[in-house]
């Protein structure tokens, strides 16, 4: 038996305010992933929760998932989902008992004494049951089973599973959502999600009773303790952090008589705008992008040489422009005040107008952005009395007035 692992979508999800459902990102994928199921024809789709980016989804994405799920189901696909943290479980299996009846099976909560539902797939050597159990947490655990002592998630999940009547006999797989380390050790990935600081800790043993076990959670992709038991991590990047991951996609896992060995492999489903970071000497990524063909890029360029100016952000934007690519970030790691700056850099720094220093400081935090010429006057004119000033004196009313006529914009009088 062979199925496809894929969870986290999020869709719904918005990147430095560009909304990936609307710049296209989102539904290109899903219909690369609905080619590449069709072109394999896997037994199953697992897809391991976070469905949506948020409880409340957008009308876009549900939108959005129904085509999604609506195409796999007309493809002759079984389809077994769960609610992951980010969704709302009551939302998302709305209509389960009809939907059970097309192969969509989708588990948004726990059912009576803490019961998953459990689908059963069949092959040449015989059943293969698939346990499909919603994010866990403690008083969810709790509740369920009716025991106040349950005060962890790695004891909640035990627990939920020990009351779960499993052949041990059989293949077994389970689709989980949670955050599952060995013996406490969480991979340093990177990225969105890609750690939650040791929240919500199980231990990979608590899946011993499964040959598979098909992790939603964390965005990046990797084994936890055993081969079987695995982060699909998330279809696209999500943050800058995540493309130092190895390559997204969804796992083909390949299943053959019970105890046999698992056949896994990522596959490939290329994304309509690659995400990248570039960073270094501001000459150095100038010519790298004027030399470049690359197009279609989401960017974040990080300058290690000198702060942003007005000037230098402006080029850099219209030149990702022109080759339809978004500069999703600029930023700068040079600091004209480190302790590390000669007599020279201090002396510069010294000749320079206290409107000049405030306007590079402001264009190095905002990414390279203008400060409104408004404002801009106003500091000019504080500078001025600030230079005739003398320290020991109190502002003279007059000079008062005069600021604050330039904060309202109308002369001020007492």
Known sequence: MKFLHIADLHFGKTIHGVSLIESGDQPAWADRFLALAADIKPDAVLIAGDVYDRSSPSGDAVELLSRFLTGLVNLGIPVLMIAGNHDSGQRLSFGGELLARA?????????????????????????????????????????????????????????????????????????????????????????????????????????????????????????????????????????????????????????????????????????????????????????????SETRGEYLRIVVTDQRITPETSGFLRELCESRESVLMELTSEFSEFSGTAGAAEMEMLRERSLSELFSGFYAERSGGAEIDEEDLHFLKCAEELAERADINEKPSDADILRLLGELIGEEAEI
């Open 103 to 291: 192969n969509l099976h989708i588990a948004g909560g726990l059912g009576k004494g803490g019961s998953i539902p459990r689908v059963t797939l069949r092959d040449e050597f015989g059943p293969v049951n698939f346990y499909l159990m919603p994010y866990i947490f403690p008083a969810l655990a709790q509740e369920a089973l009716g025991d106040a002592e349950i005060r962890d998630y790695d004891a909640a999940v035990r627990r939920i599973l020990a009351a779960q009547d499993i052949h041990a006999d059989e293949r077994n797989v389970i689709l989980a959502h949670q955050n599952v380390t060995e013996s406490g050790v969480e991979h340093e990935q990177g990225g969105s999600e890609s750690m939650v600081g040791g929240l919500g800790q199980v231990d990979y043993t608590a899946f011993d009773m499964f040959d598979y076990a098909a992790l939603g959670h964390i965005h990046a992709a990797y084994p936890v303790g055993r081969p079987g038991v695995r982060f699909a991590g998330s279809p696209l990047c999500y943050h800058f952090n995540e493309t130092k991951q190895a390559k997204k996609g969804p796992l083909l896992v390949t299943m053959g008589e019970k105890g046999e060995e698992l056949t896994i492999e990522t596959l490939a489903v290329e994304p309509l705008h690659p995400m990248r970071e570039m960073k270094g000497a501001y000459e150095e990524l100038r010519d790298e992008l004027l030399s």
